[in-house]
Antibody
């Protein structure tokens, strides 16, 4: 079945970096873009951007430029989110979600299980 | 950016009730509107895409309608497993913005 499996929770100190992985299975990885979505504690969903899994070209939403990097390892059907110079306000659950496209537009399905990144000294 | 506004932000209802959640876009998005369900500690799950198309495996008690700027998600008869938070999302233009969520609680 189509599935996205993310790496485990991370506890980092301010100023450090973190790299979250999202491994896809059950479909052709390069056929669908991969989204990244942030959910701060007790808050709603925020689209961070996506990466074209065919070309590797990323698109970042406003507020997610500079310290946030999307990348791929297509040999193992895996997308990555790297966040550098971590701040306390980066504490959140980060989700990857496949961008499923048909004539009706894009929808996000499926989603990874989420990776909790906690930034604390 | 396109702003998505859901109402209400929270809702108390009983098993068996019919419930409607509304989502309004700040500009016309045609039918490029999706609905997701999120349970505590879990990832969101796609319920409805293209405003009114039921995702495979989603119970038929869920339905969506609307186009342009105004959309609704209806649950015809609430089941215990339906108590969750619901989000709308526009896929008309990037950034693909979400509504703030509607938390559906047991009365």
């Amino acid at each position: 079945q189509v599935q996205l499996v993310q790496s485990g929770s991370e506890l980092k100190k301010p100023g450090a970096s973190v790299k979250v992985s999202c491994k896809a299975s059950g479909y052709t990885f390069s056929s669908y873009a991969m989204n990244w979505v942030r959910q701060a504690p007790g808050q709603g969903l925020e689209w961070m951007g996506w990466i074209n899994t065919n070309t590797g070209n990323p698109t970042y939403a406003q507020g997610f430029t500079g310290r946030f990097v999307f990348s791929l390892d297509t040999s193992v059907s895996t997308a990555f989110l790297q966040i550098s110079s971590l701040k306390a306000e980066d504490t959140a659950v980060y989700y990857c979600a496949r961008a499923y496209y048909d004539s009706s537009g894009y929808s996000f399905d499926p989603w990874g299980q989420g990776t909790l990144v906690t930034v604390s000294s | 950016d396109i702003q998505m506004t859901q109402s209400p932000s929270s809702l108390s209802a009983s098993v068996g009730d019919r419930v409607t959640i509304t989502c309004r876009a700040s500009q016309s998005i045609s039918s490029y509107l999706n609905w997701y369900q999120q349970k505590p500690g879990k990832a969101p799950k796609l319920l409805i895409f293209a405003a009114s198309s039921l995702q495979s495996g989603v119970p038929s008690g869920f339905s969506g309608s609307g186009s342009g700027t105004d959309f609704t998600l209806t649950i015809s008869s609430l089941q215990p497993e339906d108590f969750a938070t619901y989000y709308c999302q526009q896929s008309y233009r990037t950034p693909y913005t979400f509504g703030q969520g509607t938390k559906l609680e047991i009365k």
